[in-house]
């Protein structure tokens, strides 16, 4: 079992700037990567970005790019998301999730992770 505590969530501004963090507990070498994921009112749980926990190699959606930073920090156990010029789009519930990668999949999709935190509101007013 992995436990999967998410923290800073707010309400903000746009343009201005949050730091989510995520601290795994538990079996945690077992990680092969973890996960952001988001789901606003009314919509699908969706891809936000991932980094494989050996070799921080990351991926994000088209729509975050250049504004969203993924990193992780092995000794804390803790993946954080930087999240700068932030805008109303980006109001959601996120989660962060934790995959070992047994069951094959991608890190693309939710289906693909074996563990999830609880979330964190994230509200940007325009």
């Known amino acids: 079992q992995v436990q999967l505590v998410e923290s800073g969530g707010g309400l903000v501004q746009a343009g201005e700037s949050l730091t989510l963090s995520c601290e795994a507990s538990?079996?945690?070498?077992?990680?092969?990567?973890m996960g952001w994921f988001r789901q606003a009112p009314g919509e699908e749980r969706e891809f936000v970005a991932a980094?494989?926990?050996?070799?921080?190699?990351?991926w994000y959606t088209d729509s975050v790019k250049g504004r969203f930073t993924i990193s992780r920090d092995s000794a804390k156990n803790t993946v954080y998301l930087q999240m700068n010029s932030l805008k109303p789009e980006d109001t959601a519930v996120y989660y962060c999730?934790?995959?070992?990668?047994?069951?094959?999949?991608?890190?693309?999709?939710?289906?693909?992770?074996?563990?999830w935190g609880q979330g964190t509101q994230v509200t940007v007013s325009s």
């Open positions: 999730a934790q995959r070992s990668g047994i069951s094959g999949g991608n890190n693309f999709r939710a289906e693909s992770y074996d563990f």
């Open positions: 538990g079996r945690t070498f077992s990680t092969y990567s």
């Open positions: 980094i494989t926990w050996r070799g921080a190699f990351t």
